[in-house]
């Protein structure tokens, strides 16, 4: 059992939310930070029977709000041992030249600039404790481009670069850094993507087993609990029936 602080972003659904159930039953403290405020107060009443639990409802995108909701956490709280950046989004899936450059900002703010913005804020406690660990949700695609993704997936290349250099700046101040990145997971993310069309985000996920939220939330957990000595610094986790971004053995 532990008594660790955990910042957990995207707490609200899908593998943050599956994260921040695991963790609670493991007694971390938890530090759930999301924009879905009824769904926070329900993680804070549901959660709260087994650990101690604090909410944070703002938007990961604006640093201003960021930053007046990690100060208003007690000075005890501020000691975060393990970030996990979970927050993220994908908007529409076009060739690049039909692209929607306001899905580029949203894609681009969230993963890549709200990352940014909260490990700033957690970053330099862990170096003058000389402790702490930084764990970075990535995707398959940062690691492989696949059609239509241009954007998103620029966005998450840019996540596995940003998790290489935390590793190499933080690794003389006894910090490790992590990055998982998971193939199909069936989550709200398709639902996002295609703009509130079920239908369509239903499709991704028929006709073959893609991964749940507490298959990853498994992982995060294997992850935190590994001896000091030991750092899991990449981990690539795709559904059995996926064999690349591109390639998925859908049984129809």
Same mark, same amino acid.
């Given at each position: 059992? /532990?008594?660790?602080?955990?910042?957990?972003?995207?707490?609200?659904?899908?593998?943050?939310?599956?994260?921040?159930? #695991?963790?609670?039953?493991?007694?971390?403290? #938890?530090?759930?930070?999301?924009?879905?405020?009824?769904?926070?107060?329900?993680?804070? +009443?549901? #959660?709260?029977?087994?650990?101690?639990?604090?909410?944070?409802?703002?938007?990961?995108?604006?640093? =201003?709000? !960021?930053?007046?909701?990690?100060?208003?956490?007690? +000075?005890?709280?501020?000691?975060?041992?393990? !970030?996990?950046?979970?927050?993220?989004?994908?908007?529409?899936?076009?060739?690049?030249?039909?692209?929607?450059?306001?899905?580029?900002?949203?894609?681009?703010?969230?993963? *890549?600039?709200?990352?940014?913005?909260? /490990?700033?804020?957690?970053?330099?406690?862990?170096?003058?404790?000389?402790?702490?660990?930084?764990?970075?949700?990535?995707?398959?695609?940062?690691?492989?481009?696949?059609?239509?993704?241009? @954007?998103?997936?620029?966005?998450?290349?840019?996540?596995?670069?940003? +998790?290489?250099?935390?590793?190499?700046?933080? =690794?003389?101040?006894? @910090?490790?850094?992590?990055?998982?990145?998971?193939?199909?997971?069936?989550?709200?993310? /398709?639902? @996002?993507?295609?703009?509130?069309?079920?239908?369509?985000?239903?499709?991704?996920?028929?006709?073959? /087993?893609?991964?749940?939220?507490?298959?990853?939330?498994?992982?995060?957990?294997? *992850? *935190?609990?590994?001896?000091?000595?030991?750092?899991?610094?990449? !981990? #690539?986790?795709?559904?059995?029936?996926?064999?690349?971004?591109?390639?998925?053995?859908?049984?129809?």
């Amino acid at each position: 059992m /532990s008594k660790e602080v955990v910042f957990i972003s995207g707490a609200t659904s899908g593998i943050g939310r599956a994260t921040a159930v #695991l963790l609670s039953k493991h007694k971390y403290r #938890l530090i759930l930070a999301g924009r879905r405020k009824e769904r926070l107060a329900e993680l804070q +009443t549901t #959660l709260g029977k087994n650990t101690e639990v604090r909410t944070l409802a703002f938007d990961i995108t604006d640093k =201003n709000a !960021l930053n007046l909701a990690f100060d208003s956490l007690p +000075t005890e709280w501020r000691a975060i041992d393990i !970030l996990i950046n979970n927050a993220g989004n994908a908007h529409g899936l076009d060739p690049i030249q039909d692209g929607s450059i306001a899905d580029w900002d949203a894609m681009i703010d969230i993963n *890549v600039k709200g990352l940014l913005y909260l /490990s700033k804020r957690v970053m330099p406690n862990m170096v003058e404790r000389r402790k702490g660990h930084i764990i970075n949700i990535g995707s398959i695609a940062g690691k492989e481009v696949y059609p239509n993704g241009n @954007v998103y997936c620029a966005s998450k290349y840019a996540v596995e670069a940003i +998790t290489q250099g935390m590793r190499l700046d933080l =690794n003389k101040h006894g @910090v490790k850094v992590s990055a998982i990145n998971p193939g199909l997971v069936e989550t709200e993310f /398709s639902e @996002v993507r295609f703009k509130g069309d079920k239908e369509r985000a239903d499709s991704v996920y028929k006709g073959y /087993s893609p991964l749940l939220p507490n298959d990853i939330a498994e992982l995060i957990h294997f *992850v *935190v609990t590994r001896p000091k000595h030991v750092n899991i610094a990449d !981990l #690539l986790v795709l559904p059995t029936d996926q064999a690349s971004s591109t390639i998925v053995n859908k049984k129809l």
